[in-house]
């Protein structure tokens, strides 16, 4: 006689071996469990998680921090004197943290939700958790599990009320009435429009001014001869040629050359090289052509192009060092060089603090201005009327203090339009820009609403979620889920045991369930 053994027959479940075999190297069926996860496992799951945290946190520091990569490739020049992108590897890692991690975390909710212990390979331990990355869609993903786990402690009205609270705390100078908006902020070419030609050049200058810019600003040295020109690092070597003209002096500060050495230097072919903002591509051929022409330029001509199109002009004045002939003289040798350019003295803002009185007596039509920052009213007893500071420097009711006391305000460097809109909404006179093209294309602030419109959204998407947000059905689903799998699992120990003990064939237990797997035996 034949006797049928039953046989257990097994789905092929790729989905479900690539998410086990990825996550912890478990690609055989046997070497998956349906058992509780281990609490060392559970420990690694967490310090999973804070890690995703803390480093979401650095990824979305780097991501606002844009408007200031420039100062911070800059900060690096002068540590390394290497000029770089140093943003590039930062970005990079991050980014590829970023996808790794994000990976990780997606294959543990997937175990969670297939109810598959967790089970972390060594390899995935002694990275993962080290790497600075952060993911908002696994963010997403998980709250949905912690949702449920909340609705079964009975506590999920007083989290989502929390959570639906938390928007009416949320402040920001763009939600306001928009008929109290006041003017656009003015923008200023900071060192002319660096992202288009090469900094500090009258090219430069004049591209800003192409750009309906009210003003420009500028950094000024003076020269062994006592000539003022613009100049932003101390030494020639970054945005000159000076190691091709003059390969024993590159060190040398700026300063130290005269004004007929400084003007053999090659101000632009730095530019075409070495792309610091990645924007030479965008370029025609006869701007290229003029930018590989650039001479370093004197603050007289800054000047007198200010002059001419009648825009302010604003310049910090760095003091040669003490054994420079000009060390003593060089408040008056720039007070000559603004003078001899004919501008009016009404478009040029002052900036050094030195010798003030002597300054307003031999000029005293100069915009005094500040670059450290005083409260309104020391400012007002000094005679300064106007203040240049760091966009970050001042607070939202200082800005309004200062416009209320009649003194224009000026913050640098803004050249994001999010952070230009801020700005404006704050109620700041002028900017200070690197990216005036890029300004030019806000009108208007990127984001305004009215108070009551922002509360009437917040009431929207808080009917939007109720309406859509079911957590009996959820808890519902994940327990019909759960006891399916646990009515498989104890069907395999029940057929193993069968098989083990010499147990009459599995129909005599389930009954018809199994009528399939009886008429398949196979006759020995």
Same mark, same amino acid.
């Given at each position: 006689?034949?006797?049928?053994?039953?046989?257990?027959?097994?789905?092929? *479940?790729?989905?479900l071996?690539?998410?086990?075999?990825?996550?912890?190297?478990?690609?055989?069926?046997?070497?998956?469990?349906?058992?509780?996860?281990?609490?060392w496992?559970?420990?690694?799951?967490?310090?999973?998680?804070?890690?995703?945290?803390?480093?979401?946190?650095?990824?979305?520091?780097?991501?606002?921090?844009? &408007?200031?990569?420039?100062?911070?490739?800059?900060?690096?020049?002068?540590?390394?004197?290497?000029?770089?992108?140093?943003?590039?590897p930062?970005?990079?890692?991050?980014?590829?943290?970023?996808?790794?991690?994000?990976?990780? /975390?997606?294959?543990?909710?997937?175990? =969670?939700?297939?109810?598959?212990?967790?089970?972390?390979?060594?390899?995935?331990?002694?990275?993962?958790?080290?790497?600075?990355?952060?993911?908002l869609?696994?963010?997403?993903?998980?709250?949905?599990?912690?949702?449920?786990? =909340?609705?079964?402690?009975?506590?999920?009205?007083?989290?989502?009320?929390?959570?639906?609270?938390?928007?009416?705390?949320?402040?920001?100078?763009?939600?306001?009435?928009?008929?109290?908006?006041?003017?656009?902020? &003015?923008? /200023?070419?900071?060192?002319?429009?660096?992202?288009?030609?090469?900094?500090?050049?009258?090219?430069?200058?004049q591209?800003?001014?192409?750009?309906? =810019?009210t003003?420009?600003?500028?950094?000024?040295?003076?020269?062994m001869?006592?000539v003022?020109?613009?100049?932003?690092?101390?030494?020639?070597?970054?945005?000159?040629?000076?190691?091709?003209?003059?390969?024993?002096?590159q060190?040398?500060?700026?300063?130290l050359?005269?004004?007929?050495?400084?003007?053999?230097?090659?101000?632009g072919?730095?530019?075409?090289?070495?792309?610091?903002?990645?924007?030479?591509?965008?370029?025609?051929?006869?701007?290229?052509?003029?930018?590989?022409?650039?001479?370093?330029?004197?603050?007289?001509?800054?000047?007198?192009?200010?002059s001419?199109?009648?825009?302010?002009?604003?310049?910090?004045?760095?003091?040669?060092?003490?054994?420079?002939?000009?060390?003593?003289?060089?408040?008056?040798?720039?007070?000559?060089?603004v003078?001899?350019?004919?501008?009016?003295?009404?478009?040029?803002?002052?900036?050094?603090?030195?010798?003030?009185? *002597?300054?307003r007596?031999?000029?005293?039509?100069?915009?005094?201005?500040?670059?450290?920052?005083?409260?309104?009213q $020391?400012?007002?007893?000094?005679?300064?009327?106007?203040?240049?500071?760091?966009?970050?420097?001042?607070?939202?009711?200082? $800005?309004?203090?200062?416009?209320?006391?009649?003194i224009?305000?000026?913050?640098?460097?803004? &050249?994001?339009?999010?952070?230009?809109?801020?700005?404006?909404?704050?109620?700041?006179?002028?900017?200070?820009?690197?990216?005036?093209?890029?300004?030019?294309?806000?009108?208007?602030? $990127?984001?305004?609403?009215?108070?009551?419109?922002?509360?009437?959204?917040?009431?929207g /998407?808080?009917?939007?979620?109720?309406?859509?947000y079911?957590?009996?059905?959820?808890?519902?689903?994940?327990a019909?889920?759960r006891?399916?799998?646990?009515?498989?699992?104890?069907?395999?120990?029940?057929?193993?045991?069968?098989?083990?003990?010499?147990?009459?064939?599995?129909?005599?237990?389930?009954?018809?369930?199994?009528?399939?797997?009886?008429?398949?035996? /196979?006759?020995?």
């Amino acid at each position: 006689m034949v006797k049928h053994q039953p046989l257990q027959v097994y789905e092929r *479940q790729l989905c479900l071996s690539c998410i086990t075999g990825i996550y912890g190297c478990r690609w055989k069926r046997y070497q998956r469990s349906h058992d509780d996860t281990t609490k060392w496992e559970l420990l690694w799951s967490l310090i999973l998680l804070l890690t995703f945290c803390l480093l979401l946190v650095w990824f979305y520091f780097w991501w606002e921090a844009h &408007n200031d990569y420039s100062e911070f490739n800059w900060f690096l020049y002068n540590r390394s004197g290497e000029w770089s992108d140093g943003t590039v590897p930062i970005l990079a890692t991050t980014a590829a943290g970023f996808t790794y991690i994000a990976f990780l /975390i997606v294959l543990a909710l997937c175990h =969670v939700a297939l109810g598959q212990q967790l089970n972390l390979h060594w390899l995935h331990k002694a990275t993962g958790p080290f790497l600075h990355i952060g993911a908002l869609a696994a963010v997403t993903a998980l709250s949905w599990i912690v949702a449920g786990q =909340v609705t079964r402690a009975e506590k999920m009205s007083i989290v989502l009320l929390a959570l639906y609270m938390v928007p009416l705390h949320i402040t920001s100078p763009c939600i306001m009435d928009p008929a109290t908006l006041k003017p656009r902020p &003015n923008v /200023i070419g900071h060192q002319g429009a660096p992202m288009l030609a090469p900094e500090n050049t009258l090219w430069s200058f004049q591209r800003a001014l192409q750009m309906n =810019v009210t003003g420009l600003e500028a950094d000024v040295a003076i020269s062994m001869d006592g000539v003022p020109f613009l100049m932003r690092d101390l030494t020639l070597r970054r945005t000159t040629d000076v190691e091709k003209v003059f390969p024993d002096r590159q060190m040398d500060e700026a300063s130290l050359f005269n004004w007929t050495d400084l003007q053999q230097l090659n101000a632009g072919r730095w530019f075409l090289k070495d792309d610091p903002f990645w924007t030479v591509h965008t370029l025609f051929q006869h701007e290229k052509e003029r930018i590989a022409n650039q001479t370093v330029c004197s603050l007289e001509q800054l000047l007198k192009l200010a002059s001419y199109h009648n825009s302010t002009v604003v310049f910090r004045l760095r003091r040669p060092p003490p054994k420079h002939p000009c060390y003593d003289s060089w408040i008056n040798d720039t007070l000559q060089a603004v003078r001899q350019s004919g501008v009016p003295q009404s478009l040029v803002m002052w900036t050094p603090d030195e010798n003030r009185t *002597q300054v307003r007596q031999l000029a005293p039509d100069l915009i005094q201005t500040s670059v450290v920052k005083r409260s309104h009213q $020391i400012l007002q007893q000094s005679g300064i009327s106007s203040l240049l500071l760091r966009y970050n420097q001042v607070s939202r009711e200082e $800005i309004g203090n200062f416009s209320e006391a009649h003194i224009n305000l000026t913050l640098y460097t803004v &050249n994001e339009p999010w952070l230009y809109s801020v700005l404006w909404c704050s109620g700041v006179s002028s900017v200070s820009s690197e990216a005036p093209h890029v300004l030019l294309k806000v009108p208007y602030p $990127i984001w305004l609403m009215r108070p009551n419109e922002y509360l009437h959204t917040l009431g929207g /998407i808080t009917a939007v979620r109720s309406l859509n947000y079911n957590p009996e059905q959820i808890m519902l689903n994940a327990a019909v889920r759960r006891s399916s799998g646990d009515i498989n699992v104890m069907k395999e120990k029940l057929i193993f045991s069968e098989v083990r003990n010499g147990v009459g064939s599995a129909e005599e237990l389930y009954g018809d369930s199994y009528d399939y797997y009886a008429n398949q035996g /196979i006759s020995q």
